[in-house]
């Protein structure tokens, strides 16, 4: 086993003891087994377990992604019957949404706000233009949806996740609409009916798909990686019935380069985002066929790495309080997590999507799309 781990990553310019920052350093000759055998589970797992160290994780599996090391017989087995089970159940179906909230965004609002920017507490990709601060470039992100929406006082403003309110709370401060926030998060609501309160918001604690009424704009960010292949038409069919004729929709969502049923990497799955499934442009292209123009699709994945590498560092820092209440193996878990998913996106092996779409046949004129960053 020892002799083809070490061919593989050698493949990937990776050495065992090696003298490079993303050269692994094995602590339990058990590793080459488990992760042989296990692969991307078992070496996530194992970091967890403290079986090895890097200095650079990051670039290690930046390495190891850009020589395809996912794509080896073992692991395209594996890939195979996830596709199949995705294929057979609906693994985000109505009575299952609560998993993702329980077992992830309710984990604790005192480990999530010890890394994210302290003002609108944004758990998705910030927009660096023109800085290299996380704060900023977060504004600047909220700016260039409301642009990108072309949001205005008169509005009323949909936000299917809603998250902890930053966004609802952005846009009713600094452009003056009424918003209305749809989210499953205990943890995130109650935070938010207080950040948001004296503010013409309304937060809702249910399913995306129990949305009723008639909105201006809609938008959703870092939702719908939640949804689910068997799903996406439902939430498209959604945010169509609820958009007024005339309105905007914006979709913010990580997206994959490939379409799949399968979920996502292993480790994620089981230990991050339970049942989470990233989109193809396909897979949502159909979803929106019939219903909405696509009026803009905007890259902005580079942007995600240095979001998660600035989520990193603030979590570095944070660590010495956060570790009365959270154990080492959690942090190795944590950071690992991190790091591992800011290296796909330099790998340019996942992608960070703006979508802008309007109502088929609304005849409107395409959208205001680029260029509208105005964090006033």
């Known amino acids: 086993m020892e002799k083809a781990v070490r061919g593989v990553l050698e493949h990937a310019g990776i050495q065992i003891d090696g003298p490079n920052p993303w050269d692994i350093h094995v602590r339990d000759p058990r590793w080459y087994r488990r992760v042989w055998r296990e692969r991307s589970l078992g070496l996530g797992e194992s970091y967890m377990d403290g079986w090895w160290e890097c200095e650079r994780i990051d670039e290690l599996v930046v390495r190891l992604l850009r020589a395809g090391v996912q794509t080896t017989p073992l692991l395209r087995a594996a890939a195979v019957l996830a596709y199949g089970y995705g ?15 329980d077992r992830h965004y ?9 890394f994210l920017d302290p003002e609108y507490k944004q758990y998705s990709c910030a927009y660096f233009d023109g800085t290299d601060r996380l704060e900023e470039a977060q504004v600047n992100k909220l700016a260039l949806i409301c642009g990108k929406l072309e949001l205005s006082k008169d509005d009323h403003l949909l936000d299917i996740g809603s998250g902890w309110g930053g966004l609802a709370k952005y846009a009713a401060e600094r452009v003056g609409c009424r918003v209305t926030g749809v989210n ?45 292949h068997r799903n996406y038409r439902t939430f498209m069919r959604t945010a169509h019935r609820c958009l007024t004729d005339d309105g905007i929709f914006l979709l913010h969502t990580i997206g994959a380069n490939r379409s799949g049923t399968g979920g996502t990497d292993p480790w994620i799955s089981k230990y ?87 109502k088929q046949g609304s005849g409107r004129r395409q959208p205001r799309c680029r260029g509208t960053v105005q964090a006033a």
């Open 106 to 114: 309710n984990i604790g609002n005192d480990l999530f706000f010890s």
């Open 272 to 358: 991050i985002f339970p049942n989470s499934m990233l989109p193809s442009a396909a897979q949502i292209a159909r979803a929106a066929e019939c219903l909405f123009v696509m009026e803009d699709w905007h890259n902005l994945g580079p942007h995600y790495d240095k979001t998660l590498m600035a989520w990193h560092a603030n979590f570095q820092q944070a660590w010495p309080r956060l570790a009365e209440k959270y154990d080492e193996r959690f942090k190795r878990m944590w950071e690992y997590y991190l790091l591992v998913c800011a290296a796909a996106f330099r790998a340019r092996n996942i992608q960070l999507w703006q979508v802008v779409m309007t």
């Open 87 to 101: 294929r057979l159940r609906n693994l985000q179906s109505k009575a299952r949404a609560h998993i993702i909230a």
């Open 184 to 228: 499953i998060s205990q943890e995130q609501l109650g935070y938010a009916e207080t950040f948001c309160a004296d503010l013409p918001v309304t937060f809702l604690n249910q399913d995306y798909r129990a949305i009723d009424g008639r909105f201006d704009k809609i938008v959703s960010v870092g939702m719908f990686e939640h949804v689910g």
